[in-house]
Structures are given as C-alpha cells and as structure tokens.
C-alpha cells in the first residue's frame, strides 16, 4: 500500500483528496495546508489535518498549490529522502527543494470543487528521475485514472500552454459571446448547442478541419461590418486579433 | 401541408433538407441550385432537383447559399408574391428581391454534411414582417426543432456576432493547441477531456464565472515565460491578445 500526502487547499488538492480518500489502492495518511485549521470543503473527505511542519513521512507528497508557492512548501516539508512532487503544468522539478527525491504528478484537466468529474478519463502526466519513482507514480497516476503518461519537462510545459489555448482562451471567448447576448437581452441558453458541437466537431474530427466562419473563408466585407458592429473596445481587439489569426493560417489574403 | 423549396448545395442547405424529406408535417416539394446537376450528397434524400429558373411556386422557399450570393438568387426565383428567406445571421431581409414577401430562417449551428446533428435542440431564429408570414415561419420552425425564436436583425446580428467567438474562434484556439501537440509529437487527444470540460463547463454555469490560469490570477511571471516558449509569431499575437483581454476583463494590473 503506498503511503500519500497531499499539501493544499485548492481545486486540484480538493479532487485529488477525494479520489485517493475512495480509493481501496492507496493510503491517504494526512492532508495539509499552510492554514491551521482544515478548509470546509475538505471535512467530508475524513482525512486528518495538520500543518505542514507537523507532517509525518509518506512514500508520496504530492504539493497541489499555486505556481508561485511551490517552492516555499517544498522547503518547509520537515522530512528528507522521499519523493515529492508539484502538481503544475508549467515550473520544472527544479523548483522543489532537494532535500527528497523530485517529481511532478499533472493532471490536465480545469479543477472546480463544485463540478465532479469523471476523473479515470483525465490525463495524468508524470515526471520524476529514478525509475523506481517514476514507477511508484505510475502507479498512483493508474489507480485514479487510465490515461497516465511519462513526459518530459519540456513537453509538459508545451502542453500545459496548448491548454491554456483550450481551456482559459476558449473560454473568455464564450465569455464575450455571453456579454454579446446580455448587450441584447438574448438568453446565453441560445448558443449553448453550438458550444457543445463545436467541442464535439473538434474531439470526432480535427479543429483545422472543421473551421468555418467569414475568416475562414477570407470574407473582408462581413469581417469589416462585424468589427464595426462591436461597441467594446476589448471585443473589437480580439475579433480582430483572431480574425486575422484565421485568415494568414488558411492562407486568405484581405 | 405547407410546400417548401430549398436553394443551395451546402452543409446548410443539406441538413435542411434532410429534416424536411423526413418530416411528415412538411412537404419539401424541389431542391434547386445554381449547378445543372444535383450535387451528389443530397441524391439520396430523392428531392426533385431544378434550376432556379424552373422553380415552381411553394409556400415558402428557404434561400441557403453564401451571403455574398443571397440577393442574386432571390433574384433569380421566377414567382413572385411567395414567402422567401435566407438562413444567414449576418444579412437583413432586405437583401432579397422585394418581388417576394421577405423572412429569415437562421439555425444557429455549425454544419458539415458529414457530421450527424440532433435538430431538435438548434436554435432557429426567424424574422418576416407580416403576423401570417411570421406565424408560417414559426410552423415551420417547431416542425424541426424545440427552440425556434422569433428575432429582429439587430439581435440575430449580434447572435451571429456571439456565434463567431463561441464558434470560429474557439475552433481556432483548439487547433492553436493542436499545433502546439504536434511541436512535441504529443497526441491531441491528451486536450480531449479538457476541451469537453471546458464547453460543459460554459453551459451548467457561466463562462465568466469559470475561468481560470495565469491571465485571471494576473500572473505576471508565467505569462512572460509562456509567451517566449511560443515560437510561432502568429501563435504568440493570439497569446498576448487574449491574456490581456483576460487581465482587463478580471481587473488584474500587470
């Protein structure tokens, strides 16, 4: 039975507590945080709490907090010689004190506690330097889900920045649509089967494959009369923006 | 029994008339195009086929073609004193002959011959000036789908506007990341369950309220780093828009 510690409060900590606290393959020994009392939302899960200084030895602590506090944690862990991973997309294992063994435990997915996932489907990417780590993380990675890949620091960090096209960009540019209907009192319901096909056309077939649109097709005149349409500044930079993106990557001129 | 016509080849034109040979509360009585020959993807619907110039009456005649050809078309249509429409977002009414009475017929969705759609659920917006041409639209409208809405041209505009985000550039965003897949010989597929996340997302709460990543935390640092480890210029333009879009919407200072 491995041993797991998990460190954090967050969404990622959340739906990592609560796959390992039902899961018959793994330990989940102690959750911890830089707060001294356990947050809410974690109380269900019945794992004990403690602060980090507290923590005792585990074969795995995996750190689920933000970018910027990684490093600080790693460092405040009290013990040395296990091994010890970030959750993040984006910072190398470098960042980890040396003190225990380095690794990364990924999970590409978009976190909200509030919104339960199908978590066996999820991509986890692992990264660590010995091969009895990266073995031990391939264990924990395939006793939450079937889709866990060993992957380079490198590649990690160019998928994590296509997620940040597929995931954070894709939804501000809902997020214009919703403002766009609210500017007509139109209900934001009307576009939600077009969201839905277009993540499903991009999912069956390719995204390169299934654009449309009047950049696309190198429309001036309609792209001309759209952007004039827009009354927010903001709006009218990103039309333009990713107009223009369409247009030079379908090779249409204007 | 209404009698209808359709003009036009398309994936709109397509779907149509795939509804409507199967639907026993409307007649589709001709399919007509600007080719001599019925293009071959509509044969096995067994449609009568015609030119537009042998066109004969119907209740309504739905004008599915490019924006840029609608007026001509119209036009082209040999009666006169019918009900005509066109099914594009972006186009007033006014773009039809006035030989006929005038109307819209917009379903607001993204169509590709080769990708099955359940109708019933796309939104059809519809526009005519008299109640009788309305009420006809409106008959039609709920023989193919649960979700037809009566929508005057400033509205189905800013619709189509919303559509474009929620659609095309969303569409661009994913093959943006599929792109940065094929950088590292990464299989897109690792984005498939973040893609379908992030679109349910959308629709069982807001996009404004589910946002994430760097550009909403306001996180200086990563989106530097991010925005060198693009190496494509047109990737990275896209990148700095739309962050700082993000930035400005959520109220971060970088």
């Known amino acids: 039975m491995i041993t797991i510690t998990v460190i954090g409060s967050g ?3 959340w739906h990592l507590i609560k796959q390992f606290a039902q899961n018959p393959l793994m330990h989940l020994k102690q959750h911890a945080g830089r707060r001294e ?9 019945g794992v004990p709490y403690t602060t980090i200084n507290d923590l005792e ?7 689920a907090v933000n970018d910027t506090a990684i490093a600080e944690v790693s460092h405040a862990i009290p013990y040395t010689g296990q091994l010890v991973v970030h959750t993040s997309g984006s910072m190398t294992m470098d960042i980890l004190s040396p003190k225990n063994n380095r690794g990364v435990f990924y999970p590409l997915q978009t976190f909200s506690k509030s919104v ?11 990264e660590a330097i010995a091969s009895t780590d990266v073995n031990m993380l391939k264990k924990v990675a395939f006793a939450l889900s079937e889709n866990a890949h060993e992957i380079n620091t490198i590649s990690r960090k160019k998928l994590h920045l296509a997620a940040v096209f597929a995931n954070n960009f894709t939804n501000h540019c809902y997020t214009i649509a919703q403002q766009l209907c609210q500017e007509e009192d139109l209900p934001f319901e009307l576009l939600h089967e077009l969201i839905t096909e277009t993540a499903k056309k991009a999912i069956t077939h390719y995204p390169d494959q299934t654009q449309t649109g009047p950049a696309k097709r190198g429309d001036q005149q309609v792209l001309e009369t759209q952007e004039k349409t827009l009354s927010n500044a903001a709006h009218k930079i990103v039309y333009s923006t990713l ?7 379908y090779g249409k001129k204007l």
């Open 11 to 13: 969404n990622v900590a």
């Open 116 to 126: 339960p996932l199908e978590f066996k489907k999820i991509p986890i990417c692992i």
């Open 37 to 45: 009392q356990q947050d809410d939302s974690f109380k269900a899960f």
């Open 243 to 249: 107009s223009k993106a369409i247009t030079t990557f």
């Open 57 to 63: 030895p585990t074969d795995l602590t995996i750190i």
